[in-house]
């Protein structure tokens, strides 16, 4: 009989391969990686998952989680916590706590608005129900404090911490004023978890664009934001804004900048879709090219750029999915997916993780994975999908999964093998917001729906830090 997903997570322990990061030149290649029989470890992995008694998160041996946060808590003001956690920055709090600025993806309804939950001085527009929460914990894990940050935003997606300490939050859409919503979407928002004060009267930061947003990250030496859009038809670019500010600090960025969009070529042509690439260490060279109208007041800005209904404008680098990004050693980490020939795509995967090193204008393909055909079944614990992204402290990668079937974290090391470092046992809701204490010591993620927040701990140094 055909044996279900719950059976294979039963029986089947570490999918395990290879990937580069920084100086690794050893990637997932064309063979995707194997579910290894329980009672084996992959070479360099943490070690096998663990069915969870809980039945919540699986973990390696020495490892163990707290839940710190759940939707539907009740706030220090007595409202409820919105659901559908995602993209989360972590900040040191005085004492040696942390705080967590967490976004929420809710559009135009949810269960718990963050407009109903939040001060009305940190509403950006009543008809929308997405956001942001801070949680402070003290130095023990207990919870010290837990309020909306921003209400009033659309579907907050990823977004990206600041070299100065606050959060950029990403409103995934582009919708636009009209009926319930009494003001444009699809723009980023600045959140500070240190004085709640300046999160009051919230304008967006329209030097870096309005569209479908996914995640940002900071060049902490220029300034310049790098950003992802996730979106299709035609698909979504990479977009890079340079500031007129370039001092760092809260605000900066309102003070506009230079919007652009990566043009990649390879032998001097134009690459349309990375998708196309299959050889990890592939490198192309890279170029930008200006936005004509960053606010797409009537044109949507990847469609300002050369597509099907539009072969007489500038050429741009398209992907299916482009996701999650982070800033670390010099290069802005970005990540694709998936993708599919039915949804415009050149080539099919199930991930890519890129790096653009700013110094030699070059994009580097560090990883790739295979299209998991059978993700209910034997490829239930396959790696598929990467969606968010984090730079381990300790050397290499953490990767939530966004994909088909059962989602997990998985764990990089330097020395170029995967893992399975986590696997949500509690239901097919994807891995969001992982992201590491500013001591090393805590890695936190979520799981989006119906919201949980954890604090994971444990060996983390097993892997050090080679770059």
Known sequence: MTMSRRDLLKRSAVGAGVLAVGNVRSLFG?????????????????????????????????????????????????????????GTGAFAAPGGGVRLVRNHEQGGSATWSTVAAADSTVVYDP?????????????YGDRADEYVSLAGTFSNCA???????????????????????????????????????????????TALGRYAHEAACIDPGTGTVYLTEDAGNPNGLVYRCVPANPSPGYGNLRDGGTLTAMRCRSGGSAVPDLSVYTQPGTELSVEWVTVPDPLAASTSTRKQFRYASNAGAPEATRSRKFEGA???????????????????????????????????A??????????????????????????????????????????????????????????????????????????????????????????????????????????
Do not use: M
């Open 30 to 86: 064309a063979t995707p990686a194997l579910a290894i029989p329980r009672g084996l470890e992959a070479a360099g992995s943490y070690g096998l998952l663990y069915p969870d008694p809980a039945g919540i998160l699986d973990l390696p041996p020495g490892f163990t989680y707290r839940i710190v946060s759940r939707a539907g808590d009740v706030l220090t003001n007595g409202a409820r916590l919105p659901g559908n956690f995602d």
């Open 127 to 139: 008809g929308a129900t997405g956001g942001t929460s801070t949680l402070e914990l003290n130095k």
């Open 159 to 205: 977004g990206g911490v600041t070299p100065w300490g606050t959060w950029l939050t990403c409103e995934e859409t582009e919708t636009k004023a009209g009926g319930q919503f009494t003001k444009s979407h699809g723009f980023v928002f600045e959140v500070d978890p240190a004085n709640p004060a300046n999160n009051a009267t919230p304008a967006p930061l």
């Open 326 to 360: 982070w800033w670390d050693a010099g290069r802005a980490f970005i990540v694709c997916s998936f993708a599919r020939r039915s949804d415009g795509s050149v080539g099919e995967h199930d991930g890519q993780v890129w790096s653009y090193d700013p110094l030699t």
């Open 362 to 467: 070059v994009l580097r393909l560090e990883v790739r994975f295979d299209v998991n055909w059978a993700p209910d079944g034997e490829g239930a614990d396959l790696p598929d999908g990467p969606d968010n992204i984090t730079v381990s402290p300790w050397g290499g990668l953490v990767l939530c999964e966004d994909g088909d079937g059962v989602q997990h974290l998985l764990a990089v090391a330097p020395d170029g093998s995967t893992s399975l470092f986590a696997r949500n046992h509690a239901n097919d809701s994807e891995f969001t917001g992982a992201t590491f204490s500013p001591d090393r010591h805590t890695l936190f993620a979520n799981i989006q729906s119906p919201g949980i927040t954890f604090a994971i701990t444990g060996p983390f140094a097993k892997v050090n830090r080679s770059r």
